[in-house]
């Protein structure tokens, strides 16, 4: 489905846009579901939904999270629980184009939604993706989906171009914190660019380009988005993901393979963290936590 010039652009900054890729009709259906699920954390006072592989929340709270203001910031794997989101992530055009990418083998990994409502403090450090789930080679792409349309005033993602191709450690006096070193955080803001879009827009990224977003300062915009992993079907983990999916390893384009294939050079490893979600390993409080 790319060309060779997408193709090119995207070896060459570590990400590309796709605008419109996915349907008005589909991301209105993901947003029905989603609405769901805002609806019912209302009835819950801290993160919930232990059903998970690794037994962490599927529902992630933010801290002033309440019946009458749901700060429903994540939700893991929504793919376990929604038809709807495994036909957009198993089926269609979105496995085709990763493909077109690293494939063509390819697997699914994990997904995650990311919900930042309007006012709320909910931002994203920056970070590469690779650190969180090292595999035994590095071909990798993070699809991004807009369900909003999406600039610097609601919280936009921002990538950093050509990052891909930089190395930066995520471990800070020898503890995995899940960012890069906050000393770096003026650079990369400098070289960053915003992903600016609208609702069914598509951002495919490498898993080692650094990321971040700052938080919704909008009085009435909402910013959700859809983030989907995918490997290459020769990457084979080093260790248990730490967004683990029931849907882990299913092949969604080509076929299955015993055989891995390594990189050569070193990875940092990181150590399983009891957080439910990376908000927390970054330092942000959940809804019923009480501060250390």
């Known amino acids: 489905m790319l060309s060779e010039i997408q193709t090119s652009e995207f070896k060459d900054r570590g990400y590309l846009m796709l605008p419109g890729l996915v349907s ?84 699914f990994h994990h997904c995650k ?45 921002r990538l ?42 598509v951002c495919l990224m490498d898993i080692w380009t650094l990321h971040g977003g700052s938080s919704n300062q909008s009085l009435d915009r909402d910013r959700r988005m859809l983030i989907a992993d995918y490997r290459a079907a020769d990457a084979f983990a080093i260790m248990p993901p730490v967004v683990p999916s029931r849907f882990y390893r299913r092949i969604v384009a080509g076929e299955p393979t015993h055989v891995a294939r390594l990189r050569e050079g070193t990875m940092e490893i990181l150590e399983p963290y009891p957080d439910d979600s990376f908000f927390g390993l970054q330092g942000q409080q959940a809804a019923g936590e009480t501060v250390q």
């Open 113 to 157: 939604l990311n919900n930042k409502f309007p006012g709320t403090g909910t931002r994203v450090e920056y970070h590469a993706d690779h650190p969180f789930d090292p595999h035994t080679n590095d071909d990798g792409i993070t699809v991004l989906l807009f369900l909003d349309d999406m600039d610097e005033g609601n919280g936009c993602a």
């Open 24 to 107: 008005e009709a589909v991301c209105k259906d993901l947003l029905a579901q989603l609405d769901q699920w805002v609806q019912e954390s209302r009835s819950h006072q801290a993160n919930y939904g232990f059903d998970t592989p690794n037994g962490k929340a599927r529902f992630d709270l933010e801290k002033d999270h309440s019946a009458t203001n749901p700060r429903l910031r994540r939700v893991a794997n929504p793919v376990d629980i929604s038809e709807v989101y495994q036909t957009l992530l198993f089926e269609g055009d979105l496995p085709k184009v990763v493909a077109d990418l690293i494939g063509p083998n390819v697997f």
């Open 160 to 201: 950093v171009p050509g990052s891909h191709r930089e190395r930066y450690t995520h471990f800070h006096d020898g503890k995995f914190t899940g960012s890069t070193d906050p000393a770096l955080f003026d650079e990369f803001d400098g070289r960053a660019d915003s992903l600016v879009g609208k609702a069914g827009d």
